[in-house]
């Protein structure tokens, strides 16, 4: 999990817990290859052709999604994260898979930097919606960028995960903890997510995450 906050103190903290576990998500995706939410996410993508499209990963941790697309077809991508660690595994593994070309590397929050980005094809994020406290300001920026596919994953709504959540950040609040994850209405995110003019056209989903896939109408 990869995320974008705002930049203050929060974000520090947040920079610091997933730079924390950066090398063990590269070492998991070197050894493992993508995860299944990962694969879900990829396979509603592909629902439409990705041969020389252009790709904005929001939340892109060690790169995993926007790697594989380019060695797929894609033309370029732009990944964005709050965590350096996270970027800077991203980076080894753009020089690795022979595609730092075709890569651009953006450290910050995505809502703040998104008047400086081009519009994408292509707006993925992957377990990013839980980690963004303004979250209608997060969908309604990102889909604004987004010319054809949005694809998201969101914590499955469910009462095991929202018990799980809501405890983690009650503890996270009583603790003071760098990083405290978030749990909205993810209803109301899909309505406005339709609002922007997007229509779903792929969802799945593993027992702990939702996999949504949107074609623009």
Same mark, same amino acid.
């Given at each position: 999990?990869?995320?974008?906050?705002?930049?203050?103190?929060?974000?520090?903290?947040?920079?610091?817990?997933?730079?924390?576990?950066?090398?063990?998500?590269?070492?998991?995706?070197?050894?493992?290859?993508?995860?299944?939410?990962?694969?879900?996410?990829?396979?509603?993508?592909?629902?439409?052709?990705?041969?020389?499209?252009?790709?904005?990963?929001?939340?892109?941790?060690?790169g995993?999604?926007?790697?594989?697309l380019?060695?797929?077809?894609?033309?370029?991508?732009?990944?964005?994260? /709050? &965590?350096? $660690?996270?970027?800077d595994?991203? =980076?080894?593994?753009?020089?690795?898979?022979?595609? #730092?070309?075709?890569?651009?590397?953006?450290?910050?929050?995505?809502?703040?930097?998104?008047?400086?980005?081009?519009?994408?094809?292509?707006?993925?994020?992957?377990?990013?919606?839980?980690?963004?406290?303004?979250?209608d300001?997060?969908?309604?920026?990102?889909?604004?960028?987004?010319?054809?596919?949005?694809?998201?994953?969101?914590p499955?709504?469910?009462?095991?995960?929202?018990?799980?959540?809501?405890?983690? /950040? &009650?503890? $996270?609040?009583?603790?003071?903890? =760098?990083?405290?994850?978030?749990?909205?209405?993810? #209803?109301?995110?899909?309505?406005?997510?339709?609002?922007?003019?997007?229509?779903?056209?792929?969802?799945?989903?593993?027992?702990?995450?939702?996999?949504?896939?949107?074609?623009r109408?």
């Amino acid at each position: 999990m990869a995320c974008c906050c705002e930049s203050n103190a929060s974000t520090r903290g947040t920079n610091a817990f997933f730079s924390r576990f950066s090398k063990r998500y590269a070492k998991q995706f070197r050894k493992k290859g993508l995860e299944k939410v990962q694969r879900y996410l990829l396979e509603g993508v592909k629902r439409e052709s990705i041969q020389g499209k252009n790709i904005i990963d929001i939340g892109c941790g060690v790169g995993s999604l926007h790697l594989t697309l380019l060695k797929e077809g894609a033309a370029q991508s732009v990944g964005i994260d /709050i &965590s350096e $660690g996270m970027i800077d595994q991203a =980076k080894k593994f753009s020089s690795e898979l022979g595609v #730092q070309e075709k890569t651009q590397y953006v450290l910050g929050d995505f809502v703040q930097l998104a008047d400086s980005l081009h519009e994408s094809d292509i707006t993925m994020l992957d377990k990013v919606v839980c980690c963004y406290e303004d979250l209608d300001s997060l969908v309604q920026t990102s889909t604004a960028k987004t010319k054809t596919i949005y694809a998201l994953s969101h914590p499955k709504e469910n009462f095991m995960m929202e018990a799980f959540f809501k405890l983690q /950040i &009650s503890l $996270g609040k009583l603790f003071r903890w =760098k990083f405290i994850p978030f749990w909205h209405d993810w #209803q109301q995110m899909r309505s406005n997510i339709a609002a922007q003019g997007f229509n779903l056209i792929y969802e799945n989903s593993t027992m702990a995450w939702q996999v949504l896939v949107y074609k623009r109408a």
